[in-house]
């Protein structure tokens, strides 16, 4: 695999294209200023509630300024990834981050006007003026909100209060990432600094000493500064706590519910369907454990490939897997995929001061672009095609919806990504050069279900817990934490892995922590995904069509009814059934090639 120095030295073609966001740095400032000129302008539509016509040039002139923003903040965002550090690019993010503060101040006015209506009042509006039916699902949804938002100036205090103090997550992160040492191993006989973004890698390494080693040193200091970082995760979930009570919902729990506008059925019934069926996933650990050979699966073992895959992958052949991968689903969505590859959409190499990671961010009016460090590996194939499926959501959603309705929900946006994973998997179960790249084709499915089902909804049952001792006016202390994580590991590692003091570190590195209840959306995502993919692949052309008809809805539907056109009630266990379900098979696939 070819090593780059820097960005100059990496080939344009795996750079990505974002000149359909702005051509130069005149159009930036361009837009810049038509941004700034319109939320002044939105200042003026104070008591636009009472007048159809105004309402609606209001919210004409509002969708246009977000878009507009987006444009602003995602180029900005972009290309600050791209290269770490630059003081311009800094100075860039910073300022469309400002442009946000001001527009949000700008708005306050609008959602308490609009609640201050009667049924009465607010029903006349879309009989004077029509042409308001199109925002009329958005309306609803802050109609809604009656009696959970707070008049103007309390919203305006309350944001920038938020704005100003929620760097929880950035304080905890830089500890970890930045300012610990966990100081060196020695690799093939050269000293190699352990740090977390290596530190899966060296997790990876065939000797065990080696992994030892790290890990021990790595969590070491961890725990070392674990009061820090429990005092940190504490105070973020305290605000979301305090928020909630201020909107007058009688806990954040309660307030993602409203917002998601889900029954708690929903999550109970996934975690108690999982959590009957642990012994599939202690049945992974058991095959881990017998495949690798070992006595004992023991916490620095975890991080071993089932089946290591010796093959190096350029990223042409990358773009060739996964066009045949995704073929099932059509030749429309083959070509939607092909335009990700075509028009650059992806920046693919690796260099010192990128950003580490993998994403994909797009806007109301442009598709999206995708970061990744691409290292050769299989991993780096998956990255493709998971972000590759929310690039083709996306192109999905913007061809069949208006600029305001252009956004997913998360509980919704890992189906498409998480689908694709599977048919991958499958692809190369069956089409793979050898056995090795068979196994490991199958081998990755089972990690990403460990880590988004299982692993999720541990972590989210944690994080519910967390919610739950702060709301009753406790505190997350190191302790409390480090016997929650400990407690729920054993719980569902059984008698498959042993365990050690140091899985009471678990929590600290978990980022979302910091991202109020986002793990349960996850272990929902990856169920669906399981359950359409295996459909698909059986040739059922119905739960095809529904799939394809999913992927353009929009955001003027909440998720249960974008569920609803898959045919899914988030509610009945059968879904979440079907993904354990399908977990085994891929364990039992597993076995037949290997025992070949």
């Given at each position: 695999m070819?090593?780059?120095?820097?960005?100059?030295s990496?080939?344009?073609k795996?750079?990505?294209?974002?000149?359909?966001?702005?051509?130069t740095e005149?159009?930036?400032?361009?837009?810049?200023?038509?941004?700034?000129?319109?939320?002044?302008?939105?200042?003026?539509?104070?008591?636009?509630?009472?007048d159809?016509?105004?309402?609606?040039?209001?919210?004409?002139?509002?969708?246009?300024t977000?878009?507009d923003?987006?444009?602003l903040?995602?180029?900005?965002?972009?290309?600050?990834?791209?290269?770490?550090?630059?003081?311009?690019s800094?100075?860039?993010?910073?300022k469309?981050?400002?442009l946000?503060?001001?527009?949000?101040?700008?708005?306050?006015?609008?959602?308490?006007?609009?609640?201050?209506?009667?049924?009465?009042?607010?029903?006349?509006?879309?009989?004077?003026n029509?042409?308001?039916?199109?925002?009329?699902?958005?309306l609803?949804?802050?109609?809604?909100?009656?009696?959970?938002?707070?008049?103007?100036?309390?919203?305006?205090?309350?944001?920038?209060?938020?704005?100003?103090?929620?760097?929880?997550?950035?304080?905890s992160?830089?500890?970890?990432?930045?300012?610990?040492?966990?100081?060196?191993?020695?690799?093939?006989?050269?000293?190699?600094?352990?740090?977390?973004?290596?530190?899966?890698h060296?997790?990876?390494?065939?000797?065990?000493?080696?992994?030892?080693t790290?890990?021990?040193?790595?969590?070491e200091?961890?725990?070392q500064?674990?009061?820090?970082?429990a005092?940190?995760?504490s105070?973020?979930?305290?605000?979301?706590?305090t928020?909630?009570?201020i909107?007058?919902?009688?806990?954040?729990?309660?307030?993602?519910?409203f917002?998601?506008?889900?029954?708690?059925?929903v999550?109970?019934?996934?975690v108690?369907?999982?959590?009957?069926?642990?012994d599939?996933l202690?049945?992974?650990?058991?095959?881990?454990?017998?495949?690798?050979?070992?006595?004992e699966?023991?916490?620095?073992?975890?991080?071993?490939?089932?089946?290591?895959?010796?093959?190096?992958?350029?990223?042409?052949?990358?773009?060739?897997?996964?066009?045949?991968?995704?073929?099932?689903?059509?030749?429309?969505?083959?070509?939607?995929?092909k335009?990700?590859?075509?028009?650059?959409?992806i920046?693919?190499?690796?260099?010192?001061?990128?950003?580490?990671?993998?994403?994909?961010?797009?806007?109301?009016?442009?598709?999206?672009r995708?970061?990744?460090?691409f290292?050769?590996?299989?991993?780096?194939?998956?990255?493709?095609?998971?972000?590759?499926?929310?690039?083709?959501h996306?192109?999905?959603?913007?061809?069949?919806?208006?600029?305001?309705?252009?956004?997913t929900?998360?509980?919704?946006?890992?189906?498409?990504?998480l689908?694709?994973?599977?048919?991958?998997s499958?692809?190369?179960a069956?089409?793979?050069?050898?056995?090795?790249?068979?196994?490991?084709?199958?081998?990755?499915?089972?990690?990403?279900?460990?880590?988004?089902l299982?692993g999720?909804v541990?972590?989210?049952?944690?994080?519910?817990?967390?919610?739950?001792?702060?709301?009753?006016?406790?505190?997350?202390?190191?302790?409390?934490?480090?016997?929650?994580?400990?407690?729920?590991?054993?719980?569902?590692?059984g008698?498959s892995?042993?365990v050690?003091?140091?899985?009471r570190?678990?929590?600290?590195?978990r980022?979302?922590?910091?991202?109020?209840?986002y793990?349960?959306?996850?272990?929902i995502?990856?169920s669906?995904?399981?359950?359409?993919a295996?459909k698909?692949?059986?040739?059922?052309?119905?739960?095809?069509?529904?799939?394809?008809?999913?992927l353009?809805?929009?955001?003027?539907?909440?998720?249960?009814?974008?569920?609803?056109?898959?045919?899914?009630n988030?509610e009945d266990?059968?879904?979440?059934?079907?993904?354990?379900?399908?977990f085994?098979?891929?364990?039992?696939?597993?076995?037949?090639i290997?025992s070949?």
């Open positions: 070819k090593k780059y120095k820097n960005r100059n990496v080939e344009e795996y750079k990505w294209d974002l000149t359909e966001f702005f051509a005149k159009e930036f400032e361009d837009t810049y200023q038509v941004v700034q000129k319109n939320i002044s302008k939105l200042k003026d539509y104070v008591g636009c509630t009472k159809a016509n105004q309402l609606y040039d209001f919210l004409t002139l509002e969708i246009q977000i878009a923003w987006e444009d903040y995602v180029y900005a965002y972009l290309m600050n990834d791209q290269e770490l550090g630059v003081a311009s800094i100075e860039r993010k910073n469309t981050e400002l946000n503060l001001q527009f949000e101040n700008a708005i306050h006015f609008f959602a308490p006007e609009l609640l201050s209506l009667t049924q009465e009042e607010y029903d006349a509006l879309f009989q004077k029509k042409k308001l039916e199109e925002y009329k699902p958005m609803d949804q802050t109609y809604r909100d009656k009696g959970h938002v707070l008049k103007e100036e309390e919203e305006t205090i309350v944001s920038s209060l938020v704005n100003a103090m929620n760097h929880f997550d950035d304080m992160s830089t500890i970890i990432n930045q300012l610990h040492d966990y100081g060196t191993v020695k690799v093939d006989g050269e000293e190699e600094v352990i740090a977390s973004n290596n530190y899966r060296l997790m990876h390494h065939k000797e065990k000493k080696i992994r030892h790290v890990r021990d040193q790595f969590q200091k961890l725990g500064y674990s009061t820090v970082n005092m940190f995760l105070s973020y979930v305290s605000m979301n706590d928020l909630a009570k909107h007058h919902f009688d806990s954040s729990w309660d307030a993602k519910m917002h998601l506008n889900l029954d708690e059925k999550f109970h019934t996934l108690d369907t999982v959590e009957k069926h642990l599939s202690q049945k992974y650990y058991d095959l881990k454990k017998k495949v690798l050979n070992l006595k699966l023991t916490p620095y073992d975890l991080s071993l490939e089932l089946s290591p895959n010796n093959r190096e992958y350029s990223i042409e052949d990358a773009q060739d897997i996964i066009l045949k991968a995704i073929s099932p689903l059509g030749d429309d969505y083959f070509h939607k995929f335009k990700i590859i075509d028009n650059r959409f920046d693919y190499c690796q260099y010192k001061g990128k950003c580490s990671g993998g994403y994909s961010f797009s806007t109301m009016h442009h598709n999206s995708i970061l990744m460090s290292n050769g590996e299989f991993d780096s194939v998956s990255t493709i095609a998971h972000e590759g499926g929310h690039n083709v996306h192109q999905y959603v913007m061809e069949n919806n208006p600029l305001e309705y252009r956004d929900a998360s509980i919704v946006a890992e189906v498409a990504s689908t694709n994973e599977c048919l991958l499958s692809y190369l069956k089409n793979g050069r050898d056995k090795n790249e068979k196994l490991a084709g199958i081998a990755n499915m089972l990690d990403v279900i460990v880590s988004n299982f999720a541990r972590e989210g049952k944690m994080e519910e817990d967390m919610y739950q001792m702060v709301h009753e006016g406790g505190t997350l202390t190191k302790e409390y934490l480090d016997q929650l994580s400990y407690d729920s590991l054993k719980k569902y590692y008698n892995v042993s050690d003091d140091y899985l570190n678990g929590w600290i590195t980022s979302h922590f910091y991202m109020n209840f793990l349960y959306s996850y272990a995502c990856i669906v995904a399981c359950s359409v295996s698909i692949l059986e040739g059922d052309q119905e739960t095809l069509d529904r799939y394809l008809s999913f353009k809805v929009g955001g003027d539907k909440w998720p249960k009814e974008v569920y609803q056109v898959l045919g899914v988030l266990e059968k879904v979440y059934l079907d993904a354990i379900h399908y085994d098979s891929l364990l039992e696939e597993f076995n037949r290997y070949e």
